[in-house]
């Protein structure tokens, strides 16, 4: 995969490289959290998945090992959740709130390593003749936005109150994307981007720190038409476009009945690799902190929409909360050379995500 120019004039093309080394299309990983609470994980925590850094990184490793043996090309990190303010507010220094941070890349780097040592036979990469294919996988450090911090429910409504400024928001941010921009991450997952000023904080900070790894910028949707906000899904996506540092954008933790139509607006601002991974299409609770079933069109299995995703322009195919690791393979599976059209998948093909 060719290097990375954080001043070149298209660094898409380090995003481009590498989904064509993985065949075309790139595979990204699933729900982490559920995952983590699906093993014994207690999450009831304003650090939510971040507290297994702490008290069970075994289980971080596992889910990472799960969704490597279900065939992601991308793993992200533990840390969405994880901010230096918020390891401060459990009583943990400055110092000790860094190294969480970077822990969270090092096990999935460990699972990575231990993926490609002992591939198991219940891998996509176990071939039938007996040859293991060792795909190209990317650590992505997962940053989540200043709403997912606060522990409120306010990454999916994206209000955050007149007194959080752009500089606020930078002043929260930059430490850790700095941290993170070292700790041995090969991409920096900017995740459920809920507004335009947010991605503005992000993209300036970007450049103000020089960062040296690539980043993406994914934002989330409850309308189909823009991000959670309010603001516009085009305003947002320009804001990605027209930082160099940025190698891919797209949609995540939005409902899989709204992406298609959402992946041909971005396709009109950029022309930088789309990525999706939306949710299960439940709806979350911030009071009861609890996932619901939606009211209006049932997305009882996403699968199927694959094709059409692609068609649409989308390149990096994935899941957030409520998927799995059954999820992801059945999306590598749709992807494959193996299947003749993904927009006409089986119902072998298919798997019931809810």
């Not at 609890?290 to 694959?306: H, K, N």
Request: hydrophobic share 40%; aromatic share 8%.
């Amino acid at each position: 995969m060719g290097g990375f120019n954080p001043d070149g004039d298209n660094n898409g093309a380090f995003m481009w490289n590498f989904i064509e080394q993985c065949g075309g299309h790139a595979v990204i990983d699933g729900g982490f959290a559920t995952e983590l609470e699906r093993h014994g994980a207690n999450l009831n925590d304003p650090l939510w998945s971040a507290k297994c850094l702490l008290t069970s990184p075994q289980l971080v490793r596992k889910v990472h090992l799960d969704y490597l043996d279900a065939g992601a090309n991308v793993i992200l990190t533990a840390s969405y959740q994880a901010t230096i303010q918020g390891f401060l507010a459990k009583g943990y220094s400055n110092d000790e709130a860094e190294s969480l941070l970077t822990k969270s890349v090092e096990i999935a780097l460990e699972a990575k390593e231990i993926y490609n040592e002992k591939c198991t036979k219940d891998s996509l990469d176990f071939t039938e003749n007996g040859l293991i294919v060792k795909r190209p996988v990317l650590i992505a450090a997962s940053i989540g936005s200043y709403g997912a911090y606060l522990a409120d429910g306010s990454e999916y409504s994206g209000i955050y109150g007149d007194e959080i400024t752009l500089e606020t928001l930078k002043d929260f941010h930059r430490r850790r994307v700095k941290v993170l921009a070292v700790s041995g991450a090969e991409l920096l997952a900017f995740e459920t981007i809920p507004n335009k000023i947010e991605a503005k904080a992000f993209a300036e900070i970007l450049e103000e720190e020089n960062i040296a790894i690539p980043s993406w910028f994914s934002f989330n949707s409850k309308d189909g038409i823009n991000v959670v906000s309010g603001d516009s899904i085009s305003e947002c996506i320009s804001i990605a476009d027209s930082c160099n540092r940025v190698v891919a954008v797209g949609i995540n933790c939005t409902p899989p009945r709204y992406i298609h139509g959402l992946v041909s607006d971005i396709r009109k601002v950029t022309s930088k690799p789309v990525l999706v991974y939306p949710n299960s299409g439940e709806t979350y609770d911030a009071v009861q902190k609890e996932w619901v079933p939606s009211t209006g069109v049932a997305d009882e299995d996403f699968i199927s929409y694959i094709g059409h995703w692609r068609d649409a322009g989308a390149s990096l195919f994935g899941g957030c909360c409520r998927t799995t690791p059954n999820t992801i393979r059945a999306i590598s599976r749709a992807l494959s050379s193996k299947c003749s059209s993904c927009a006409t998948l089986n119902s072998n093909t298919a798997v019931n995500i809810k």
